[in-house]
């Protein structure tokens, strides 16, 4: 028997390839009805690579389901409310209730996980800016099919119960570090809490990968890799530029948001510089002005990273017992700083 195509789809129903592909991939210009007449032909003709996007939004065969969002204290809130939006939306259109869930940034003694939680109402749980070790791994436990969007690195993939999504950070801030070697930077620092996410981590990793490729020297004094706490980012971080007593001529920061703090105390003490320092930051967001548009930084598109997360939980929920999956999503670098000047 041959092998099925959507062109095979397309001509039975006297429509064109494109609307196929369409319907498949979930795209505009294709009406709910439309869609369901491609599927339902698709499975009488036997295709076999229909995606999971196919259970199709607004069936109205298709049962309202219920799935809880796990989030805590956003540090960049127009970053994850970027996301949370999207996801909320991309659900809706599959006839999916999103209950938010707030669980606190830091576990005390006093916690517990919201009842609603182990609530025979839901269908799955997506997890997103919940990384206190504890209540990250009490989540974890929960018995639901689960998505989370990163992790922290003491909850390796290996030991997580659910899906994990990550933004690939290795290779691209290695690119970003390597972009400023190439235009002469070789005195280069890192700014970020390495154990809070997994993330972050990796980001680290990426930049250490670069700079011993080119034999050139980490130096500790440079490096601000220690716990930050949730409330003393700006604390924390001026603190240690305040303990320079020499400076590199650039900082690859974790984010955007440490970076506008390094960039923050730069401009409130001009002549702790002996020359000036090139920031690079992470994520693209024009939350903080001191240096949105200013820095080379990685761009995570929000929308369509909320909409990934509501598709693979959609999976997830659908098909429960097929093995759990880690994607990484790979950011777009956008360069925005100059080559060192000779004098410098």
Known sequence: MEKITMKDIADALNISRVT??????NQAGVSDSL??????KAKELGYTKLPFQSMGPAISTQEERTVALVVSRPESSFFWTGIIHRLAQELSEYSINLLYVYVPSSFTKEFVLPSILFSNILSGIAVVNVYDPVILGMVNDIPLPKVFLDTIPDLTDRKMHGDLLLIEGFRTEAEITDSLILDGHKEIGFIGDISYAQTNKERYLGYRDSMDKRRLPIRQEFCFIDSIGVFSYAKQIHAFLDALTDWPTAFVCVSD???H???QYMDENPLRLPHPVVLTGFDNTDEYPNVSGHITTANVPTGLLGKRLALQLLFRTNHPEAPEEMTFIKPSIIKKHRKLSPTT
């Open 20 to 25: 196929v592909s369409k319907a498949f991939n």
């Open 35 to 40: 869609r369901e007449m491609i599927f339902n």
């Open 261 to 263: 703090f390094v960039q």
């Open 257 to 259: 948001y440490v970076a």
